[in-house]
């Protein structure tokens, strides 16, 4: 199943409680802690995901229930505003050894939150959560269907590792991080 990718910066996060990480006036709730934001998750998948990747019903329940992925809303001022899903175990694939799936990073509302750089804090979150799992590498997969999100991730120093033709999503790329690599370059 392809990553739902649909869309850096520098911030200091801390940790509030075991459940939750807040930075800059953003905080990230893990699903499982706050099961009433579900149906808005639902309903996001619905409009944004679905048209796109087809029926999600199997990854609902996956990240409901938390069966091999961690789900974590951002919530700006208590409101949801972006999410990303993320599998809980390090995965070799790809040819990535113990690397970190990114399953879905979005953002709700897009035409009133896009441009605010709430995509940018979603990367950097995920960045951080491959850095307390022990990796640098961060990798998912999307649809050519969503190119303005491809750009987005390249723009958060994801790059292109290979592409597969799939009749039903047209081209899939598997796009990369390797956050020892994007701190040397960005420190040059």
């Not at 996001?44 to 087809?54: D, L, M, Q, V």
Request: proline fraction near 3%.
């Amino acid at each position: 199943m392809p990553t739902k990718l649909i869309l850096k910066s520098n911030f200091e996060s801390k940790r509030v409680s075991k459940n939750s990480v807040i930075s800059d006036h953003v905080i990230f709730v893990k699903l499982t802690h706050h099961p009433s934001f579900y149906l808005t998750i639902q309903r996001a998948f619905k409009k944004i995901i679905e048209p796109t990747y087809g029926d999600q019903k199997n990854a609902l329940v996956k990240i409901k229930e938390s069966l091999d992925r961690t789900c974590e809303i951002m919530l700006v001022c208590n409101n949801p505003v972006g999410l990303i899903v993320y599998k809980n175990e390090l995965q070799n694939e790809y040819g990535f050894e113990k690397a970190l799936e990114l399953k879905t990073l979005f953002i709700f509302n897009p035409d009133k939150n896009s441009g605010h750089g709430f995509g940018s804090k979603l990367f950097q979150r995920i960045d951080n959560i491959a850095q307390e799992k022990g990796t640098s590498i961060v990798y998912c997969t999307a649809s050519s269907k969503v190119d303005d999100s491809i750009k987005c991730a390249i723009k958060n120093g994801y790059q292109i590792r290979c592409t597969y033709k799939k009749k039903e999503d047209g081209i899939l790329y598997v796009l990369a991080k390797d956050l020892n690599l994007w701190m040397t370059e960005k420190a040059l």
